[in-house]
């Protein structure tokens, strides 16, 4: 019965959920002190609009299960919220200050994103070709994600 859900496919979407719920608090008081000014209700509809964006792709790849455009959509989605979770872990280290979403970025987003492509290659749910497509959008997408920080870019004010 599970195996005709193709359940793999949630995990993208239940991941960013879980990680945004972290994040959403302090997010934009952080991103504005290091990025650029970035309100909490412009964070939280660019959230929103992705989680919609993921709960439609992993809806549509668990309901194909195997190659096709749904489940390539999907794979650069979980890729991109492994990016995103390093991204985390770098900010962290760098700005030494807690970045918002370390915590689910460490220990949901990367295992998550690792079981994920894991799961996807021993199943063979994508070919070669779509793994490849997969990886370059997902690496797209966590690319534009971060630079969408640096929009209206201030004067970044450092804490010393």
Same mark, same amino acid.
């Given at each position: 019965m599970f195996q005709d859900l193709h359940l793999i496919f949630w995990l993208?979407?239940?991941v960013l959920t879980i990680h945004?719920?972290?994040? +959403?608090?302090g997010f934009s008081a952080w991103a504005t002190r290091y990025f650029a000014p970035m309100t909490t209700y412009k964070h939280a509809m660019t959230q929103g609009l992705?989680?919609? +964006?993921?709960? +439609?792709?992993?809806?549509?790849?668990?309901s194909v299960g195997y190659h096709g455009?749904?489940?390539? +959509?999907?794979?650069?989605?979980?890729? @991109?919220?492994?990016?995103?979770?390093? %991204? @985390?872990v770098i900010t962290t280290i760098v700005f030494k200050e807690y970045s918002p979403g370390l915590l689910t970025a460490i220990t949901i987003s990367?295992?998550?994103?690792? %079981? %994920? %492509?894991f799961r996807v290659n021993i199943e063979n749910r994508l070919t070669s070709i779509e793994l490849t497509i997969a990886l370059f959008l997902g690496t797209v997408i966590a690319t534009a994600a971060i630079a969408t920080l640096f929009l209206n870019k201030k004067k970044v004010i450092k804490r010393g």
């Open positions: 993208p979407y239940v945004t719920i972290e994040e +959403l608090p992705m989680i919609l +964006l993921v709960l +439609l792709a992993s809806y549509k790849a668990s455009g749904w489940v390539v +959509l999907t794979a650069a989605f979980q890729l @991109h919220i492994g990016l995103n979770a390093i %991204f @985390h990367i295992p998550a994103t690792l %079981f %994920f %492509f």
